[in-house]
Nanobody, 125 residues
């Protein structure tokens, strides 16, 4: 079974950048899309970005549009989330997950499964 592992989180000052990675282990990895979500303390899991399996389409949450960029390399089995102009409100645990249902909204957490363990991003003011 494929496992997803996030990395790249850390502490950064406001205005800085981080690049998160979501790496898939296992020989065969296939899903409709890969999504990034985040969850702050006491908050619900929030949609950040998603990219289709072929990489041709990307979707972003309103709060990150213009600042974050998602990309993937299926040969390396990695999806990246480039985060620029970070703000303190971006502080959260970031999770990646496979979109396991065909159709449906890319921004719905219920469309995803096979979640990774998460990586903490902390943005100081």
């Amino acid at each position: 079974q494929v496992q997803l592992v996030e990395s790249g989180g850390g502490l950064v000052q406001a205005g800085g950048s981080l690049r998160l990675s979501c790496a898939a282990s296992g020989q065969t990895w296939s899903s409709y899309a890969l999504g990034w979500f985040r969850q702050g303390s006491g908050d619900e899991r929030e949609f950040v970005a998603a990219i289709t399996w072929d990489g041709n389409s990307a979707y972003y949450g309103d709060s990150v549009k213009g600042r974050f960029s998602i990309s993937r390399d299926n040969t390396k089995k990695i999806v990246w989330l480039q985060m620029n102009s970070l703000k303190p409100e971006d502080t959260a645990v970031y999770y990646c997950g496979d979109k396991v249902h065909y159709g449906g909204s890319y921004s719905f957490v219920s469309e995803y499964g096979n979640w990774g363990q998460g990586t903490q991003v902390t943005v100081s003011s």
